[in-house]
């Protein structure tokens, strides 16, 4: 089977529930994230088999790759959307509350929030495998849009419709930068395919500062999207305001696909020397901010949601750093480990948001009290975003650091050190809570099935990852990040 | 004259683009944005995109434009209030339009082809090569391409066979997002229900 029928299954997946929604309300919305999430994972089952050999030379082929980054990122993509429809579910008596026309039982009104991350998840999955600039800046448009509703849809509460206008605001901004460095590059080279442009650039001596200017361009806007130093600012407004499904998917799956496709496009400008000497430096300094900006911004939180945004803006950080050392396994194996911790993260402040009625720290007092096992699968996610050893974010930093000091960027290590280091305060700031603050009251708290096995399940991921790395590295290959077809069609743009 | 026509839809293009930002009134605005668009069509039609340049200007300066006006009558937006930036905004938004507008034109300056012409299209070539891609050498494009008669370039033909045949996959795309734009739409101005 061809790889971009996955693809196609999703998109046709996301218009069946939209119609069924539309023409046979049913009575209980849960079933059609129930559906959802059952067709994610049999396309996940899928991407086991489908065969990269199989895609059509002609139509698809020149744009599309699934090498196995793509099938990785793919996976990633996938098991993120998920967890987001098991957590909306889980959250859906707040989304209720804030989304106009769901209120009064249960006619109508939920249902896209579940069936819009299916289009988003589509359009991650044509991010991972996106080898052509114009076909990149599509998929990546599908994401945002899909985004910029999602984060705006609860529309009665003030928080989500700021959150809504600042990232339809900034992120038209950085669209923008986008197409105008793509066009840069093209103007310089006259390509828009990947491959073409690493078979070309390394070795281009013309016009080096208009590929320099369209390099930077599109390296600004792809950082507003991983949340990187000078473009971060959004992050914490809209993680803080949107839901925390879509904060979760935001955190996750937006990061996971846009660092990919920051990867591929770096990949060649950094093998030509002449723009390395230039793209290095801002990516080094960029790297350090960020690292310095987040963990240190982060302190000072008192509201989960808020913190979580801090937070990652420093994983972005560190995945820049792991960029910048050339080895793209050790990213990947750092963004497989932030998925489930993060995921987990999440879930935790769904169920307490959902009977405590706040996300701020104070509403985690005496967890472990109320809910010994909630408490312990958050202290496993906290430890693991900390980077504790035997957890999966330790290997994942650790790898980052090493790749780091294998390519020689000491003074990026000397930040990165002292801003992990910092990690651990605010991280166990949620422990402390937990633990050792006095609770308004001392009811247990309690957790529905379906929450129970996906902490369960994600928990155990970072612990399992955090004692037995292979498992996810066998998943990860090591392929040049750009995928260079054998035989580079000749596709000369004569009219 | 092609440089003297550039640069005179150029400055109109930042004239209006300029009226935009500046008026008070939105509907103002939405016709400097008008003058702005057919300055662009402009452009493109100097390129000799004819094609675009027309959708330019239907798509862009009419519906587009008509929408926009729709909804400010709707919304019934009064003349926007006089605000009184603080002098540091001010002075960190000239900054930074001042670095990226030298940045640019520092990058503009260095481009090796400055002043060279592209030479035009050769159309036999280009009817030879589109042959020996497989082309069928009777098919509309070619016929046009290979007739004296008519000097432009059968610009609708070339996006149409570009779009359907070498893109169908982008084109797809496009599509999936209209429709994510139209169920965002739906979403987000749903009124609570009684």
């Known amino acids: ?495 | 004259m092609d440089s003297i026509l550039f640069y005179l839809f150029a400055l109109v293009m930042i004239a209006f683009g300029f009226g935009v930002v500046m008026n008070r009134n939105p509907v103002t605005s939405a016709m400097c944005l008008v003058g702005c668009f057919l300055g662009v069509a402009a452009l493109f039609i100097m390129l000799d995109a004819f094609f675009i340049g027309v959708v330019q200007i239907a798509v862009y300066a009419g519906a587009v434009i008509v929408l926009f006006v729709f909804i400010l009558m709707l919304l019934d937006i009064a003349g926007e209030k006089r605000r009184e930036f603080p002098i540091h905004a001010i002075a960190i938004g000239l900054i930074v339009a001042v670095i990226v507008g030298g940045q640019i034109a520092m990058v503009a300056g260095s481009l090796d082809d400055v002043g060279g012409k592209f030479p035009p299209i050769d159309k036999a070539a280009a009817v030879e090569a589109r042959v020996e891609r497989g082309n069928n050498p009777d098919s509309t494009i070619n016929t046009i391409l290979t007739d004296p008669k008519k000097p432009s370039y059968p610009d609708v033909h070339i996006i149409g066979e570009a779009l359907f045949t070498r893109y169908p996959l982008h084109l797809q795309i496009v599509a999936v997002l209209l429709t994510v734009g139209a169920v965002g739409v739906v979403v987000l101005s749903k009124k609570r229900l009684e």
């Open chain 1, 1 to 495: 089977m061809s790889p971009h029928y996955l693809e196609i299954f999703v998109i046709g997946l996301a218009l069946t529930l939209l119609m069924a929604d539309a023409f046979f309300p049913a009575r209980e919305k849960r079933v059609i994230a129930w559906i959802g999430a059952s067709g994610l994972a049999i396309v996940f089952g899928l991407l086991f088999v489908v065969d990269p050999a199989a895609l059509p030379p002609d139509t698809i082929a020149p744009y599309y790759s699934a090498d196995p980054h793509a099938l990785f990122f793919k996976g990633l993509a996938l098991i993120a959307t998920i967890f987001v429809l098991l957590l909306g579910c889980d959250f859906m008596p707040v989304l209720r509350r804030g989304i106009n026309g769901a209120d009064n039982d249960r006619k109508g009104g939920v249902a896209e929030s579940f069936i819009l991350p299916l289009f988003a998840c589509a359009g991650m999955m044509w991010m991972a495998s996106a080898t052509d600039l114009i076909f990149l800046f599509l998929s990546l448009e599908l994401v945002t849009i899909s985004f910029y509703v999602l984060v705006a849809s609860m529309r009665r509460q003030v928080g989500s419709l700021e959150a809504g206008v600042k990232y339809l605001l900034l992120g038209a901004l950085s669209t923008g930068m986008l197409v105008y460095g793509i066009t840069w590059v093209f103007g310089a080279t006259g390509m828009t395919k990947m491959s073409q442009l690493a078979v070309a650039v390394p070795g281009m001596t013309d016009n080096i500062a208009a590929l320099t200017f369209g390099s930077m361009l599109v390296l600004a806007a792809l950082a507003f999207k991983v949340g990187l130093f000078p473009f971060h600012s959004w992050i914490p407004d809209v993680y803080q305001g949107a839901p925390t499904p879509v904060t979760a998917f935001l955190a996750v799956a937006s990061k996971a696909a846009a660092v990919l496709v920051l990867a591929r496009f770096l990949d060649p400008f950094l093998n030509n020397p002449e723009i390395a000497a230039k793209l290095i430096p801002v990516l080094g300094v960029i790297s350090g901010a960020t690292l310095l900006f987040g963990n240190l911004g982060a302190l000072g939180q008192y509201n989960f949601k808020r913190l979580m945004a801090y937070s990652s803006i420093a994983h972005a950080g560190f995945l820049l750093l792991g960029i910048l050392g050339r080895d793209f396994t050790l990213v990947s194996f750092y963004l497989g480990a932030y998925v489930c911790m993060t995921l987990a993260a999440f879930f935790a402040i769904s169920i307490v948001r959902r009977s405590v009625g706040r996300d701020d720290l104070s509403a985690f007092n005496g967890l472990a009290r109320r809910n010994p096992a909630l408490a312990f699968t958050l202290v496993v996610s906290a430890a693991s975003l900390a980077g504790v050893p035997l957890t999966a974010g330790f290997i994942g930093k650790f790898g980052v650091l090493m790749g780091a000091v294998n390519a020689g960027y000491w003074p990026l290590v000397a930040v990165a050190v002292p801003a992990a280091a910092v990690g651990f305060y605010y991280y166990f700031k949620i422990v402390r809570h937990m633990f050792w603050e006095k609770p308004d009251d001392l009811e247990p708290l309690p957790v529905g099935r379906l929450s129970t096995t996906a902490l369960a399940l994600l928990t155990a991921g970072t612990l399992v990852l955090g004692f037995y790395p292979r498992l996810l590295e066998r998943a990860i290959q090591d392929a040049p990040i750009v995928p260079i077809p054998a035989a580079t069609a000749n596709t000369a743009d004569t009219p």
